[in-house]
């Protein structure tokens, strides 16, 4: 059965779209600036995500829709992101390595999806599941690339929140800002763990929710940014 929860998604989308626009042409400001390469794919394959989701609303359930929406959900709703951090985090070589390591991890799940047959007593009309998968065991790469996500997106952003606290009044909104993605990182997460256990509407709730506040600690670091340049003049 459809409710309006269903329908949260083309939100979503639409809220992706805008968004990674934003990112995009502060990247290409800053081409060197790897961080916001990633977090604009992060951003994109989000949009991705929630567009498979729509499209199933609306249009029903597809293979071709599922398996998109599970290796842009499921691998990369967050590792994008997560990986824009690990550029802010670490040695640009470090970063490097870790980004070709995350790659080839992700090619190899993506492979194994495709391949999956298709459990087809699980499929629904109008609602997304990785029950779906004839392969169970493929599920088993998300619950990695998740806790991947989690140690350097969010994990990243309370750290840089804690740093920030420390420091001087001025640095607080830096501080805000970190407390808002860690937070919009967090929810997602939780309803990727949801979805798991067959409540896929929270997830597309959590998605929502989550995807705002990323963007409102995101305007809130650039706008501290921008203030401190103006400061300087």
Same mark, same amino acid.
């Given at each position: 059965?459809?409710?309006?929860?269903?329908?949260?998604?083309?939100?979503?989308?639409?809220?992706?779209?805008?968004?990674?626009?934003?990112?995009?042409?502060?990247?290409?400001?800053?081409?060197?600036?790897?961080?916001?390469?990633?977090?604009?794919?992060?951003?994109?394959?989000?949009?991705?995500?929630?567009?498979?989701?729509?499209?199933?609303?609306?249009?029903?359930?597809?293979?071709?829709?599922?398996?998109?929406?599970?290796?842009?959900?499921?691998?990369?709703?967050?590792?994008?992101?997560?990986?824009?951090?690990?550029?802010?985090?670490?040695?640009?070589?470090?970063?490097?390595? #870790? @980004? $070709?390591? %995350?790659?080839?991890?992700? &090619?190899?799940?993506?492979?194994?999806? !495709?391949?999956s047959p298709i459990? *087809?007593?699980?499929?629904?009309?109008?609602?997304?599941?990785?029950?779906?998968?004839?392969?169970?065991?493929?599920?088993?790469?998300?619950?990695?690339?998740?806790?991947?996500?989690?140690?350097?997106?969010?994990?990243?952003?309370?750290?840089?929140?804690?740093?920030?606290?420390?420091?001087?009044?001025?640095?607080?909104?830096?501080?805000?800002?970190?407390?808002?993605?860690?937070?919009?990182?967090?929810?997602?997460?939780?309803?990727? #763990? @949801? $979805?798991? %256990?067959?409540?896929?509407? &929270?997830?597309?709730?959590?998605?929502? !929710?989550?995807?705002?506040?990323? *963007?409102?600690?995101?305007?809130?670091?650039?706008?501290?940014?921008?203030?401190?340049i103006h400061e300087?003049?």
């Amino acid at each position: 059965m459809t409710t309006f929860v269903h329908y949260i998604p083309i939100a979503t989308t639409i809220l992706s779209l805008a968004f990674g626009r934003v990112l995009f042409k502060h990247w290409r400001q800053k081409p060197k600036a790897y961080y916001l390469l990633w977090w604009f794919i992060g951003v994109a394959m989000y949009g991705v995500g929630t567009l498979t989701e729509s499209t199933t609303t609306l249009l029903g359930w597809n293979v071709f829709v599922f398996k998109s929406w599970y290796i842009s959900g499921a691998l990369l709703g967050g590792a994008p992101l997560a990986q824009g951090t690990v550029y802010l985090l670490f040695r640009q070589k470090t970063a490097h390595w #870790m @980004s $070709a390591g %995350l790659i080839i991890f992700i &090619v190899t799940a993506s492979v194994c999806i !495709i391949s999956s047959p298709i459990e *087809w007593a699980n499929v629904e009309l109008h609602r997304l599941s990785g029950s779906a998968l004839a392969w169970n065991w493929v599920r088993l790469f998300s619950p990695f690339i998740n806790i991947y996500a989690f140690i350097f997106l969010v994990g990243g952003a309370i750290w840089s929140a804690i740093q920030y606290a420390r420091k001087k009044q001025t640095d607080q909104i830096r501080m805000w800002g970190n407390i808002f993605i860690a937070v919009g990182a967090t929810l997602p997460g939780i309803g990727g #763990m @949801s $979805a798991r %256990l067959g409540h896929v509407e &929270v997830l597309y709730v959590t998605e929502f !929710i989550g995807l705002i506040l990323i *963007w409102v600690g995101y305007k809130a670091m650039s706008r501290r940014t921008t203030n401190s340049i103006h400061e300087n003049q």
